[in-house]
C-alpha cells in the first residue's frame, strides 16, 4: 500500500516518499510534506542547476544555494532556472 502526502507543491494528495531524504527535522518535514513526485523533479532540477552554473557541493556557498532554492522549489514559489533553460512543450 503506497502512502499519500498533501503535497505542498502540487496542493493535492499524492504518493508520498518511501522514507526522509534527508536526516533530522528538514528530512522529516520533506517526507511528511513532498510527494514523490516533486521530490523527483527536484532531483533532476538539482542536478540541472548543478552541472549548469558548475556548483561544487565542497562549496558551502553552493550548497546554501541549492537548500535555498530546494526550499523554493518545493513551496510552488520562483526559483532559479538555468542560463538559457527553455522548459519542455507539453
Not at 44 to 68: V, Y
Not at 72 to 90: I, R
Amino acid at each position: 500500500m503506497t502512502r499519500t502526502v498533501f503535497c505542498k507543491k502540487y496542493q493535492q494528495d499524492l504518493e508520498g516518499l518511501d522514507k526522509p531524504p534527508y536526516p533530522g527535522a528538514k528530512g522529516q518535514d520533506i517526507f511528511e510534506n513532498v510527494s514523490k513526485k516533486a521530490w523527483t523533479e527536484w532531483q533532476a532540477h538539482q542536478t540541472m542547476l548543478i552541472n549548469e552554473k558548475q556548483l561544487s557541493m565542497m562549496d558551502p556557498g553552493a550548497r546554501k544555494f541549492l537548500q535555498q532554492e530546494m526550499e523554493k522549489f518545493l513551496a510552488g514559489e520562483d526559483f532559479e532556472q538555468a542560463e538559457g533553460y527553455v522548459p519542455p512543450s507539453k
